[in-house]
């Protein structure tokens, strides 16, 4: 059974830096290409980080980039989205996504961050 965990959102305050984690499992995780997407209250999804399986390619929303780092330990079936100087407008529920092709497509159950003084 393929599994996503997501962990690691708190509430920070503006500038601060939070690292959220990706926890897979029930796939061969370093053969698949990973993403983060966002979603902020009353907004729709929003992606913002994509990461190939070999972790050498990565790709940012402009909105993140230079700020945000997406990263994975393939020996840990891990992924990560390390996020520094967070501002308010990043408040969102984080989600990490799996596109498996033929095995499905998969979504964690998000972890929440907040950005507020």
């Known amino acids: 059974e393929v599994q996503l965990v997501e962990s690691g959102g708190v509430m920070v305050q503006p500038g601060g830096s939070l690292r959220v984690s990706c926890a897979a499992s029930?796939?061969?995780?370093?053969?698949?290409?990973m993403s983060w997407v966002r979603q902020a209250p009353g907004k729709g999804p929003e992606w913002v980080a994509y990461?190939?399986?070999?972790?050498?390619?990565?790709s940012y929303a402009d909105s993140v980039k230079g700020r945000f780092t997406i990263s994975r330990d393939n020996a840990k079936n891990t992924m990560y989205l390390q996020m520094n100087s967070l501002r308010p407008e990043d408040t969102a529920e984080y989600y990490c996504?799996?596109?498996?092709?033929?095995?499905?497509?998969?979504w964690g159950q998000g972890t929440q961050v907040t950005v507020t003084a």
């Open positions: 029930g796939f061969p995780f370093g053969s698949y290409a």
């Open positions: 996504h799996a596109d498996l092709g033929v095995l499905g497509d998969y």
């Open positions: 990461i190939n399986g070999g972790g050498d390619t990565t």
